[in-house]
């Protein structure tokens, strides 16, 4: 249960239309992740003045448990290492009126040692998550593997509630409102450190137990419903329900090696609800440490939660279950980085999770991790190029285009197994500030831009069965295949993926619609991507409310359905060079129109676009440049030559 109490005033930092809402105050929501303790702190300053410089209002950072507790019971705030001191830090912060956004974890990945996870709470093996063959977990990836503990363990939440105190202790009085700090994040990407694939975790006892009383209140004590819905996998009663385990090993050494005891066999059914268990109990994780901070006396923060793009589209946490659990006291988001070069499976993820928040009810679209820079760290060989400043903007402004309002710069400050963000690890502004400090002043001209909204051609049905299935056969970033599940069970997803790809392609603005809800306003085109298990009195429930349902068998390009009308084509553009438009709506009736070009070398020739409702007299401007859009005799606008993104305003005495 939350510890506001009831009646109470709303939150003085919150989310809202234009961004972040301090008491009067309002900022954009531009943040930028500075570990301090990664950095030389007599390069704080310089480093902290460079922030202001480039126009980025918060700093974010982490804070490594195990570095701040190498062992239980003794904290390290900055006495013998300055590295540590993040009461200075802050100091720092505030002095340049810096807001400052902490995540102390307990889990923070952070290409950290032990995601910070003390070695001496990794050591208590009574705590540690386990796989379905009994044994401890590892999660995140090499060379950071490490055992997970469960979140289902006692001791392990009473070690997370000290270590929350103990940093609440030295800052807490830096809290707004005496102070800078108005946001703690939650966790970190909460998968159990990315180890939320079907039969890896967690088979803790504790969790076990915790599986067969949800399990009964999902049935509503009806056995003989679950023995139903799982078939030959159920038992004899919830008491001594056993969660689905693999049918065989999958022969490779991980966890499900020595599994002695008799499999329970498999079946969608079973498989779904362990999946939907693991998604409840993220999310409980979540409450509960936004309830510890309460209790320590940080209830008045603005909590945050970053979710990771998964493999599947929402698998198994969603963005709208988060939210339904955690009130409006939360903004969540989710973390989005990309291998160069950009690549469109990667740009249609931030389109369908910017349509996912929207659906969830989000009052601004938000990236707690937006990749600045890139992850490398030591000895690592990698297949791919650097990315570029050029391939950076086009990154940032294909996010805005398909609907983020606010970011979090990863990293804006260099630091150990990072390279190329703006800021270097001594306070140098590097050539990746150039476009971050066009991105600040194009929202400093054009402020309605945090506020506008794609317009959306299209609906997209999205059924979570259907994702829960394609979940069981791919499973997570750390462990992609999961060889033991039917493959036949992620066809719909597949279908699924390749429409909303597909419209992301063609620059077709499109929402989400979950089955499960109402119907939406009478008029909306909903497609419904084939084959797929949606059931028919979902789709029943849509026409009887006076939406155009449209069914898409796979293999059909989107751009050719009649039913669908994008607000703006590109008709021609430079076969090197990858193009993605779009046009938004803004509050007070205007149109803004985000343009996006990336790949090839050199500058790309000039295109041509169609947009619709600009026909009377006016011209798309540019909001930095003030240089108009051309007109084209036989139709429609130039696409200028450029590499990045731009962004221009409607100017004309009509919109239709």
Same mark, same amino acid.
């Given at each position: ?215 009964? =209140?999902?049935? &509503?004590?009806? /056995?003989? !419903?679950?023995?139903?819905?799982? +078939?030959?996998?159920?038992?004899? $009663?919830?008491? *001594? ?117 929207? =659906?969830?009810? &989000?009052?601004? /679209?938000? !990236?707690?991790?937006?990749?600045? +820079?890139?992850?490398?760290?030591? $000895?690592?060989? *990698? ?274």
């Amino acid at each position: 249960m939350s510890r506001v109490p009831a009646g109470a005033p709303a939150s003085p930092i919150r989310m809202a239309a234009g961004g972040l809402v301090v008491g009067e105050r309002t900022v954009p929501l531009l943040s930028g992740e500075v570990q301090f303790w990664r950095t030389d702190p007599a390069a704080w300053p310089r480093i902290l003045d460079a922030v202001v410089e480039v126009g980025v209002p918060v700093v974010s950072s982490y804070l490594s448990w195990r570095r701040h507790e190498p062992e239980e019971g003794s904290y390290r705030w900055g006495e013998d290492d300055p590295a540590l001191d993040v009461r200075r830090f802050v100091e720092l912060c505030a002095e340049r009126d810096l807001l400052v956004q902490l995540k102390p974890g307990p889990w923070i990945c952070a290409e950290e040692i032990g995601g910070g996870y003390p070695d001496w709470l990794m050591a208590r093996t009574e705590d540690l998550a386990l796989g379905a063959g009994g044994r401890p977990c590892l999660g995140y990836n090499t060379p950071f593997e490490h055992p997970v503990p469960s979140m289902h363990a006692a001791g392990y939440l009473a070690s997370a509630r000290r270590w929350l105190g103990a940093v609440w202790a030295q800052v807490g009085d830096l809290a707004y409102p005496d102070g800078p700090v108005i946001a703690v994040q939650l966790d970190n990407e909460p998968s159990m450190a990315f180890q939320d694939a079907l039969y890896f975790a967690d088979y803790h006892p504790a969790a076990i137990e915790k599986f067969r009383s949800w399990l009964e =209140a999902r049935y &509503e004590g009806d /056995v003989a !419903a679950w023995r139903r819905a799982w +078939g030959p996998a159920a038992g004899v $009663g919830f008491g *001594v329900a056993e969660p689905p385990r693999p049918a065989v090993s999958d022969g490779r050494g991980l966890e499900l090696v020595g599994v002695v005891a008799a499999p329970t066999p498999v079946s969608a059914a079973a498989d779904r609800d362990w999946l939907a268990f693991i998604e409840d109990s993220l999310v409980e994780h979540l409450a509960v440490l936004r309830d510890m901070h309460a209790d320590l006396g940080m209830g008045q923060l603005l909590s945050t939660v970053n979710l990771i793009p998964n493999v599947v589209h929402e698998g198994p946490l969603s963005h709208r279950r988060v939210r339904e659990r955690l009130g409006s006291g939360v903004a969540v988001g989710v973390d989005h980085y990309y291998d160069p070069p950009m690549s469109w499976s990667l740009v249609s993820c931030l389109a369908r999770t910017a349509a996912a928040a929207r =659906a969830a009810g &989000e009052p601004v /679209v938000w !990236a707690p991790e937006m990749m600045a +820079g890139i992850w490398r760290s030591p $000895g690592e060989v *990698v297949d791919y190029p650097d990315p570029t400043p050029e391939e950076e903007a086009a990154w940032w402004g294909a996010a805005m285009a398909l609907g983020y309002q606010g970011f979090n710069f990863y990293m804006l400050v260099d630091r150990e197994n990072w390279q190329f963000a703006p800021i270097s690890a001594v306070g140098d502004l590097g050539r990746f500030s150039v476009p971050l400090r066009r991105l600040v002043e194009v929202v400093a001209a054009c402020p309605e831009l945090l506020e506008a909204r794609p317009e959306a051609g299209v609906t997209v049905a999205v059924h979570r069965p259907d994702l829960l299935d394609a979940h069981t056969t791919v499973g997570t970033m750390r462990q992609p295949v999961v060889p033991w599940a039917d493959p036949a069970r992620r066809v719909a997803y597949d279908a699924w993926d390749a429409l909303v790809t597909g419209l992301v392609r063609h620059s077709i603005g499109y929402e989400l619609w979950d089955t499960s809800d109402p119907a939406p306003s009478a008029g909306t085109v909903v497609l419904v991507a084939e084959p797929s298990s949606v059931p028919e009195e979902a789709l029943e429930r849509l026409v009887s409310g006076g939406c155009s349902v449209v069914r898409v068998p796979g293999g059909i390009g989107v751009g050719s359905l009649p039913e669908v009308r994008p607000s703006v084509r590109v008709l021609e553009h430079d076969p090197a060079f990858e193009v993605l438009a779009a046009v938004h709506a803004t509050p007070d009736g205007g149109r803004l129109l985000h343009l996006v070009q990336w790949g090839g070398s050199g500058l790309p020739a000039e295109g041509r676009l169609e947009i619709s409702g600009d026909r009377s007299a006016g011209v798309w401007r540019e909001v930095l440049s003030g240089a108009a859009l051309r007109p084209r005799p036989d139709g429609g606008w130039v696409l200028p030559s450029f590499v990045g993104h731009l962004v221009c305003r409607w100017e004309g005495p009509e919109r239709v």
